[in-house]
């Protein structure tokens, strides 16, 4: 097997080397005349965006269209998609790290495109852009900052919910040039914006503009590093200084001697400085050391994370810092450990003994050596020199007792993944820095938008990552590209993911819906397991009634819930009271919701469901928490209007209980106005608790006509009066009731409530009148009153000698002799 030169394209620059690698010849077609278009590409070897540059004169082509389209390619050239353009000049267009596409009109109009093929969002950058007009643009990773025709700067610094935001204002005079430090490497973590006027820069954020005090302008470009800590300016007369981004230190001098500025300057990672002329690049390394690149054709330069991409209409080649690995195991002279490992391979295969020498040698490097030659294969493009460098990798670690094999089958799974992406159909020419800081998951997304779904599915399986993501994509597109018949489709699709983990037929679902194919987007649907994803879609298709139903069958409140919520909004009253009262579990949700927030609903509710009871009692509800008794008594008669054609045998009974309760209020709200005490307002109370107290304030005939309006019962009157007159010890009037032959509630409760409030004596007046009780039950309420003396006579007259001596333990002085004599009496003669 024979090697190409490793050394191929190498250029020592001051004391670094830097390389230029042919990624992909014969990468544009011929009819397309790249000298007359702008060229952006993506992040990450990612896509190319190309668009007609209308300063210039082209050609006219037969059957060419005459729209304006931004086309994107991949880096090998081959088209990915075209994307329509009709909101006027373009005035920036630039790539986010998640290789969205930014476009900025003249107007002030911005569209983030998302997934290469048309997708996008279209957003407004305000603060008077769409009068004013947009200038130019500067991009980053994650934003960008617009500068209008009248100097003022707009920031936008996030694509998913973009909030235009004015900069400080900028002095006046002409802006030779502009560039951006990203808010990530700046100390008050805004963006910065750099600007040159007049013989100095203006640093720009937020709250103020800061003239860093050159005078050696106009600078003609600026160009900041991507780790925002260097600046390139190129001066009027041809120079490129290489400053710190604060201004304060210059590090390095570069004189082009060229004539005409360069189109534009651009850092190739953070070591060099690549100048753009049409068909010249200049390579300016650390000291001011430059390498020249000269072409027949012009070249765009594309900026990357680690180097930059050089495009032609013939190749795609790819300048960067020899990696330190590369350079110890190749440099020419190289005597390290891992380039003697490297050449032991040749020997080994010529079976000559010196290989076991060399290792011999290195042995105590050894370890260090199989590690460089492992991580130099990840830095080469070349399949052949990546094998080289694993077989010699792998030779080194054959030869050690102990060694790890982690990182070399790491490096050859990530190895065969950029191998696969950097074929020349799928064009993602990834660098091993670049990988490592995409992901495998972001490249998965990559390759998704291509639509490159078997390579994704092959890689993921191969890395472990999830599939579900591919395939919905995958079905997505299927139902919007698709042209046949709706169930056929539906049947490819769902027999494809049959089984698949993981599946949302929502997102499908909702790509045919957006397509126009509602029948397609409702019957996939039905295949989707989770409501919470099936509800939301059917509402927006206006499948009102299906998604109640599905919210229904989850069995999920919050969920029906939020249906019955949008319902009540876009629905007619009536309609909605009717597709509800179809659906138990629906309303009575409603009715437990509308209970506590929204009582007009509820009233609407009943009477559309024709339950009078129910409405009238939400107005007694409601008549109970109201201040005023005319507003309570107002509400009770509409309560008691609603009951009228009641056909519920119930009605009546409600109908006379809500009349009551009005003639109570007015009663009541009499009382309060004749009667001053301190006992409080008597409306609200119960017609008892009415009679209570009046009685206990003194004003028993207002009492006894509350009685008689409202027909209270004899004995719920007596036990009312009698404990109103116990509570306020109104003994006297207690004692003339006393008087009556009859109670209805008999005698022995006036002895107990007249005891219990401790009044032993007129307690006492009330035994006598307890005829119906045993005389054990008569002694007992003797003994508590404490007259033993009469407990005594009770027990004489029953001729209960064993209660007499149990009562003689009990009596004292006069009532002791008084029992004895009972005992006495009572006692058989002899």
């Excluded at 304060?248 to 651009?266: F, G």
């Excluded at 080649?317 to 440099?331: A, G, R």
């Excluded at 993911?497 to 997102?507: A, N, P, R, T």
């Amino acid at each position: 097997m024979t090697l190409a030169n490793p050394r191929a394209g190498w250029e020592k620059i001051g004391t670094e080397f830097y390389r230029k690698i042919t990624l992909y010849t014969s990468t544009f077609d011929k009819d397309l005349d790249l000298e007359n278009y702008h060229c952006v590409g993506a992040p990450f070897s990612g896509a190319l965006a190309l668009w007609r540059d209308t300063s210039k004169v082209t050609r006219y082509r037969t059957g060419a269209s005459n729209k304006t389209s931004i086309d994107i390619y991949s880096c090998s050239g081959k088209l990915i998609s075209k994307l329509n353009w009709e909101k006027g000049p373009i005035k920036g267009l630039g790539w986010s790290e998640d290789e969205r596409l930014l476009v900025v009109a003249e107007d002030g109009t911005f569209h983030v495109y998302f997934g290469l093929h048309g997708d996008f969002q279209p957003y407004s950058l305000g603060h008077g852009a769409e009068d004013v007009g947009v200038n130019s643009v500067r991009f980053w990773s994650h934003g960008f900052v617009a500068l209008l025709k009248n100097n003022a700067l707009v920031a936008v610094t996030s694509f998913d919910e973009p909030r235009p935001r004015l900069l400080a204002g900028a002095p006046e005079g002409e802006i030779h040039a502009w560039s951006l430090i990203p808010p990530v490497h700046t100390l008050s973590r805004s963006v910065e914006a750099l600007l040159a006027v007049g013989a100095t820069v203006y640093v720009i954020d937020v709250s103020e503009a800061e003239d860093r005090g050159l005078s050696d302008g106009p600078f003609k470009h600026i160009s900041v590093s991507p780790n925002g800590r260097f600046a390139a300016l190129f001066t009027e007369d041809g120079k490129v200084w290489v400053v710190g981004s604060d201004f304060q230190n210059k590090y390095s001098e570069y004189d082009s001697k060229a004539k005409t500025t360069p189109n534009q300057i651009y850092w190739c990672g953070n070591d060099s400085v690549v100048l753009a002329w049409e068909d010249e690049i200049h390579m300016v390394g650390p000291n001011g050391a430059a390498a020249k690149y000269y072409y027949d054709d012009i070249v765009h330069v594309v900026p990357d994370v680690d180097g930059v991409r050089l495009i032609t209409s013939e190749s795609c080649e790819f300048l960067h810092k020899v990696p330190d690995e590369c350079e110890e195991v190749f440099k020419l002279g190289a005597t390290s450990a891992s380039s003697v490992l490297f050449d032991s391979i040749d020997l080994l295969e010529k079976k000559s003994p010196k290989a076991d020498e060399n290792i011999q040698r290195i042995k105590a490097s050894l370890p260090e050596a199989v590690e460089t030659c492992i991580r130099a294969a990840g830095q080469e493009s070349d399949h052949a020199l990546q094998k080289q460098l694993l077989r010699a990798a792998s030779f080194g670690k054959s030869v050690l007792d102990l060694y790890s094999s982690d990182e070399f089958v790491e490096m050859c799974e990530t190895l065969r993944v950029l191998n696969a992406v950097r074929d020349h159909q799928v064009g993602l020419p990834l660098t091993l820095t670049q990988y490592s800081q995409l992901r495998p998951d972001r490249l998965i997304t990559r390759l998704i938008h291509r639509r490159e779904y078997l390579l994704a599915i092959k890689l993921s399986e191969f890395l472990r990552l999830p599939l579900n993501k591919i395939y919905v994509h995958w079905a997505s597109q299927k139902v919007k590209a698709s042209g046949g018949d709706d169930e056929n489709i539906r049947d490819i699709v769902v027999d494809r993911l049959k089984g698949k983990h993981g599946i949302s037929f929502e997102i499908i679902a909702r790509a045919a819906y957006e397509e126009g194919r509602g029948t397609l987007a409702t019957s996939l649907l039905n295949h989707e397991p989770r409501a919470g994803k099936q509800v939301p879609l059917l509402l927006s298709m206006e499948e009102d009634e299906v998604a109640l139903d599905k919210a229904i069958e989850s069995g999920d409140s919050d969920l029906i819930m939020f249906v019955l919520l949008h319902l009540k909004q876009k629905m007619p009253l009536a309609t909605f009271f009717r597709t509800v009262n179809s659906r138990p579990l629906a309303a009575h949700l409603i009715e437990a919701s509308a209970h506590d927030q929204d009582k007009e609903l509820l009233k609407d509710m009943y009477y559309q469901d024709d339950r009078p009871v129910e409405g009238s009692d939400l107005l007694l509800e409601e008549a109970m928490e109201q201040p005023q008794v005319q507003v309570v008594i107002d509400k009770l008669k509409l309560a008691s209007r609603l009951l009228t054609d009641a056909k519920d045998p119930n009605a009546v009974m409600h109908t006379k209980g809500l009349a009551e309760a009005s003639v109570l209020l007015k009663m009541q709200e009499a009382f309060d106005k004749d009667i001053t005490d301190s006992s409080g307002s008597y409306v609200g109370l119960s017609v008892n608790e009415t009679m209570f107290r009046l009685v206990r304030s003194g004003y028993g005939k207002r009492a006894a006509k509350v009685q008689s309006e409202f027909k209270v019962p004899e004995k719920t009157w007596w036990w009312v009066r009698l404990r109103a007159l116990v509570a306020a010890r109104l003994w006297g009037e207690v004692e003339e009731i006393g008087k009556n032959r009859k109670s209805p509630i008999g005698w022995e409760p006036f002895y107990n409530e007249v005891l219990g409030a401790g009044n032993t004596r007129l307690a006492s007046s009330f035994i006598p009148k307890c005829t119906n009780l045993k005389p054990q039950g008569r002694i007992d309420m003797w003994v508590k009153c404490g007259l033993v003396n009469k407990a005594g006579e009770e027990a004489l007259k029953a001729k209960d000698m064993n209660t007499l001596e149990l009562l003689r333990d009990k009596a004292t002085g006069p009532q002791l002799a008084e029992i004895e004599r009972m005992i006495t009496q009572l006692r058989p003669r002899r």
